[in-house]
């Protein structure tokens, strides 16, 4: 029996949480106790330099940060508590709050958030996104993970886009291979048996595909695809 | 008459978040001959690889014990398969901005230089 006791006690997942307002935290403290295997270790009402003291003393599974002033600095604090806890990859953050803006939302991730729970989410809710966080999962208001993911579709085939030439039409291809031998656009003209005009034009169309503006940059493009 | 004022151009997440750089970097093994001059005013020339290069500047590892701010010049070879056997090269100048220790068994250190504007290819 003791055995089984203390198994039990191994599974719970300890949680801190920060929030100055009495009235929200009696919320937060409700909802999580909705969740038998969560043990709330820690609770921060005062300054975020305390909280990060106690991150530091109890090393909690869990971090739920929740503040009803949106913060100036919020990045800043998510980085910290990501530095002190980042290296045993052990304490996750979650803030709750109203949901910011995808963009904000993505440079919050960026600074080590993993999850968000929105105010307007029902609080039976809370217990499960903390499990999640716990498991290295990320918890997402649902209508807002469908646009973020959307963002960041767009972000990476831009990405790739950059880095590639396959966009490019042959004739263009050709006209780059020109600039990357370090020819002028009077020499590409004679030796493609075009107008000079019709060369900035293809350069110009280049430019636009690359996303530059440099010449420089078009003749490293070109001895780079002849290099692989 | 008064001018109306263009509402500033909001910065793509996409610069914000993940690429500050205006170039993108192109990671190219390529032979580059490095020049320039030490401390002590002792010129010096070495043979490197790149490691990434973008109009903007490039990162490479060099041996000779140069300072931030130093000027250098870079000479490439262009691959023959894009000249069609024509020996060209490529030449680049700029200055130092940043130097890292590589691991300690290593004595190179790695460098990254800022790209002047002026570049010119030579045959």
Redesign the interface.
């Known amino acids: 029996m003791k055995k089984n006791k203390s198994k039990a006690s191994e599974k719970k997942i300890k949680v801190l949480v920060y929030c100055p307002s009495d009235l929200i935290l009696s919320g937060i403290i409700k909802a999580l106790e909705k969740g038998p295997e969560i043990n709330i270790i820690g609770i921060e009402k005062s300054t975020i330099d305390s909280l990060l003291n106690s991150i530091k003393a109890d090393n909690p599974d869990v971090i739920v940060f929740s503040n009803t002033d949106p913060l100036p600095n919020i990045k800043e604090v998510c980085k910290a508590i990501k530095d002190i806890t980042g290296d045993k990859k052990k304490s996750k953050l979650m803030l709750i709050g109203n949901i910011p803006p995808q ?1 904000e939302i ?2 919050l991730m ?1 600074s080590g958030v993993r999850g968000y729970f929105d105010l307007n989410e029902p609080s039976g809710q809370l217990a499960d996104a903390t499990r999640s966080i716990y498991r290295e999962e990320i918890w997402l208001p649902r209508d807002k993970m469908s646009s973020i993911m959307d ?1 960041i579709i767009s ?1 990476v085939g ?2 790739l886009k ?2 590639t030439l396959d966009q490019l039409t042959p004739t263009e291809f050709k006209v780059l ?1 020109h600039i ?3 020819k002028s656009n009077e020499q590409i003209a004679n030796e493609m048996f075009i107008s000079k005009n019709t060369v900035r034009s293809h350069i110009k169309s280049i430019y636009a595909k690359l ?2 503006h ?1 010449r ?2 078009l ?9 692989f | 008459m008064t001018k109306k004022k263009k509402p500033k151009k909001q910065k793509d997440i996409h610069d914000q978040l993940l690429n500050r750089r205006r170039e993108w970097r192109l990671d190219m093994p390529l032979k580059a001959e490095i020049k320039g001059k030490l401390p002590n005013g002792e010129n010096f020339s070495e043979t490197t690889t790149i490691d990434n290069i973008s109009s903007g500047g490039a990162y490479f590892g060099l041996n000779a014990r140069i300072t931030i701010d130093t000027k250098l010049n870079l000479t490439i070879d262009i691959p023959s398969k894009l000249t069609d056997g024509k020996k060209t090269k490529l030449s680049l100048s700029g200055s130092t901005v940043r130097m890292e220790k590589t691991d300690s068994k290593k004595k190179k250190l790695n460098i990254a230089v800022h790209f002047n504007k002026k570049y010119k290819f030579l045959d």
């Open positions: 963009e993505v440079g960026n963002r972000v831009r990405d950059e880095k291979r990357g031998q370090g996303g530059t440099s420089l940059q003749a490293l493009y070109a001895i780079n695809s002849a290099l």
